[in-house]
């Protein structure tokens, strides 16, 4: 698999999980799969380099894992070492699997989720320790840089766009429905349509003579009145 594969394989998926209200900038995320597996995706879909931890389970993460040979940065020497890191059944279980790290440890992590741009964003993985490599930060923005992976960023942000204006569309809709509703219901019966509407209850064509529309009064009044309303119950 070509980077430029790699590329086109993960971007949509970091966009949709950004869209989705992960924390990362498509961009971050995108560059630092790369970075964390060189541009090749594992059988196990880790492609963050995300460790067991504590080994919690989340809704993307069954407990599984594999043991693999890493390294470490540890006072200023690169420390060979291995460790279990999480298996995955896709890419964005994995995407989201960190999503909810960030996320849910906001006292750890909140540089991260609040960063402004995608620059600060991946200084803030490095000062958060998420990875022990000193030089982790400027890899992931150089990266970035390189492969032109802003574009991503600006995808996401008009889907976001796009949702959020669907949204409002659709709480004026429902603000209009709701408004609609409450002009249309009436309290109690009105006098003119209490003969008919008594005798639409006892025929058993209606269950409650309350809550109807000034509009569904009128209605069983002229039914009524036409006769084909029974003036008994059958």
Same mark, same amino acid.
């Given at each position: 698999?070509?980077?430029?594969?790699? @590329?086109?394989?993960? /971007?949509?998926?970091?966009? #949709?999980?950004?869209?989705?209200?992960? &924390?990362?900038?498509?961009?971050? $995320?995108?560059? *630092?799969?790369?970075?964390?597996?060189?541009?090749?995706?594992? !059988?196990?879909?880790?492609?963050?380099?995300?460790?067991?931890?504590?080994?919690?389970?989340?809704?993307?993460?069954?407990?599984?894992?594999?043991? #693999?040979?890493?390294?470490?940065?540890? +006072?200023?020497?690169?420390? *060979?070492?291995?460790? +279990?890191?999480?298996? %995955?059944? $896709?890419?964005?279980?994995?995407?989201? +699997?960190?999503?909810?790290?960030?996320?849910?440890?906001?006292?750890? %992590?909140?540089?991260?989720?609040?960063?402004?741009?995608?620059? =600060? *964003?991946?200084?803030?993985?490095?000062?958060?320790?998420?990875?022990?490599?000193?030089?982790?930060?400027?890899?992931?923005?150089? @990266?970035?840089?390189?492969?032109?992976?802003? #574009?991503?960023?600006?995808?996401?942000?008009?889907?976001?766009?796009?949702?959020?204006?669907? *949204?409002?569309?659709?709480?004026?809709?429902?603000?209009?429905?709701?408004?609609?509703?409450?002009?249309?219901?009436?309290? =109690?019966? &009105? &006098?003119? /349509?209490?003969?008919?509407?008594?005798?639409?209850?006892?025929?058993?064509?209606? !269950?409650?003579?309350?809550?109807?529309?000034?509009?569904?009064?009128?209605?069983?009044? @002229?039914?009524?009145?036409?006769?084909?309303? &029974?003036?008994?119950? #059958?």
């Amino acid at each position: 698999m070509t980077r430029s594969e790699f @590329i086109t394989t993960v /971007a949509p998926v970091a966009v #949709k999980v950004r869209v989705d209200g992960g &924390p990362l900038f498509p961009s971050v $995320s995108v560059a *630092q799969t790369l970075l964390e597996t060189g541009g090749r995706i594992p !059988a196990w879909n880790n492609l963050v380099g995300y460790k067991v931890g504590s080994g919690k389970r989340t809704p993307y993460w069954d407990g599984r894992a594999v043991r #693999k040979g890493t390294w470490e940065v540890y +006072d200023g020497r690169t420390v *060979q070492t291995a460790a +279990d890191f999480r298996a %995955y059944d $896709s890419i964005e279980h994995c995407l989201k +699997d960190q999503a909810l790290l960030f996320l849910n440890n906001l006292g750890r %992590y909140r540089p991260v989720v609040e960063a402004p741009d995608p620059e =600060s *964003q991946a200084r803030a993985l490095r000062a958060c320790g998420y990875a022990t490599d000193p030089y982790y930060a400027d890899k992931i923005i150089s @990266i970035r840089k390189t492969y032109g992976l802003a #574009k991503y960023d600006e995808e996401a942000r008009k889907a976001m766009e796009a949702l959020k204006e669907m *949204q409002a569309k659709l709480d004026a809709l429902q603000r209009e429905v709701e408004a609609l509703r409450k002009r249309d219901s009436m309290d =109690s019966v &009105p &006098p003119w /349509a209490r003969e008919a509407v008594e005798a639409a209850v006892r025929a058993g064509l209606i !269950a409650s003579p309350n809550g109807g529309s000034f509009d569904f009064y009128r209605l069983v009044t @002229i039914l009524h009145r036409a006769g084909l309303i &029974p003036k008994e119950a #059958k």
